[in-house]
């Protein structure tokens, strides 16, 4: 990403920063970026990157983060199954290609710039994987409408999962969002609250020069803790929240609860134009339920307090539907090298996306909201 002018990039990935905020923070050059220059990708990670742009002379006119994977980590569309059933048959699926932010699970253009450059760009994206004989191209998290504009060609295939989302209908407070709850659940998140509150911490929520460089040395070891029980070692490294403090602090919501001056607990959050991104949590000691509070409460109430659409908590977690997250789908494009392996793929994720759509129905049946009869 150094060697792609900031300026550049970010013309065709977030153009309406000119009048605000990205949509997506994610696929500005100074995150992607902060990956690269603080060793979260590159040299030993398993991902490197290789940005694909297209141009018109010297103009860029379309873009794509591309990574070369040698594992599949650091994803959420999980494809570990389709790698051993690969290389039990005598294939090689690693390495592999992605088209992603690494980390990231969070739905965004995946082909930055105008529509008509997404095929080319996906095919040039194929042609790399097909041309250094790759097992195959993974498109992940990108919108419904370039899946659904893409798929096929070269024979991609569509893939549907999901997560959950909580979306904004209009609340004015965190109380307005409650009253459209079941009694039950709405019983649930308030003593939820009270529960994390009678610990006796203070919580705050810090954005922008608010964040200060001693707070990461916190988050650092929430982080670490989280990281180490989750997935053995964290992704990120420690100069990467320098680096995301030097130049997103603006972009980022750090939600901290302290006891006394000590930071106890985190969570990290990305703020695009209408969605608040959340990301990471930690936690030094047990504090019951404050775990829902910092990422869940804390999330709804600083998106309602700023007029944002939707809260995205991440990567799974069915435990999210009764605070207020219902299912939703997400997507990706997957290209297969090997036409016997994409043919079971392809009836793999045909299965699959009924099971998907079933799983989103009933659970949505079973959401928190209550019920709207005639009488209301």
């Given amino acids: ?156 295939l569509h893939r549907v999962t ?43 929520a810090l954005t922008g020069d608010a964040i200060e460089p001693a707070h990461w040395d916190a988050f650092w070891q929430f982080y670490q803790d989280t990281g180490a029980r989750k997935w053995g070692t964290p992704y990120l490294t420690r100069a990467a929240f320098d680096r995301l403090h030097e130049t997103m602090r603006a972009d980022m919501l750090l939600v901290l609860a302290f006891d006394g001056n000590r930071a106890v607990a985190g969570a990290l959050n990305f703020i695009g134009r209408d969605t608040l991104f959340g990301r990471y949590w930690g936690c030094i000691a047990d504090y019951p339920c404050l775990h829902f509070e910092l990422c869940y409460y804390q999330a709804i109430d600083w998106a309602i307090a700023n007029g944002l659409q939707r809260v995205e908590a991440g990567a799974q977690g069915e435990h999210k539907l009764a605070r207020g997250y219902l299912p939703t789908p997400v997507h990706s494009l997957h290209w297969i090298a090997d036409p016997g392996f994409r043919d079971a793929v392809a009836r793999f994720l045909a299965e699959e996306r009924r099971a998907v759509d079933e799983e989103i129905e009933v659970l949505t049946q079973y959401g928190p909201f209550r019920r709207v009869t005639s009488e209301d």
């Avoid at 997560?163 to 709405?186: I, P, V």
């Fill in 162 to 204: 999901q997560q959950f989302h909580w979306e904004n209908a209009g609340y004015k407070t965190f109380d307005d969002f409650l009253a459209h709850l079941s009694s039950r659940k709405r019983k649930m998140i308030r003593k939820e609250r009270e529960t994390a509150r009678a610990a006796g911490l203070t919580i705050r």
């Fill in 1 to 156: 990403m150094a060697a792609i002018p900031a300026q550049d990039w970010d013309a065709v990935a977030a153009p309406e920063q000119a009048t605000g905020r990205p949509i997506d923070p994610f696929t500005t050059h100074r995150f992607l970026a902060a990956l690269e220059a603080s060793g979260s990708v590159g040299t030993g990670t398993g991902w490197t990157a290789h940005p694909l742009t297209l141009h018109d002379g010297g103009r860029l006119l379309a873009a794509t983060p591309l990574y070369a994977k040698g594992h599949s980590q650091g994803e959420y569309i999980f494809d570990h199954g389709w790698a051993q059933a690969y290389e039990r048959a005598g294939g090689r699926y690693y390495p592999k290609v992605q088209v992603a932010v690494p980390f990231t699970p969070a739905t965004g253009r995946r082909f930055l710039g105008p529509d008509e450059h997404r095929a080319p760009l996906l095919r040039a994206a194929i042609a790399v994987a097909a041309q250094n004989r790759l097992s195959s191209l993974h498109v992940t998290f990108c919108t419904e409408d370039e899946a659904t504009s893409l798929a096929g060609v070269e024979g991609v």
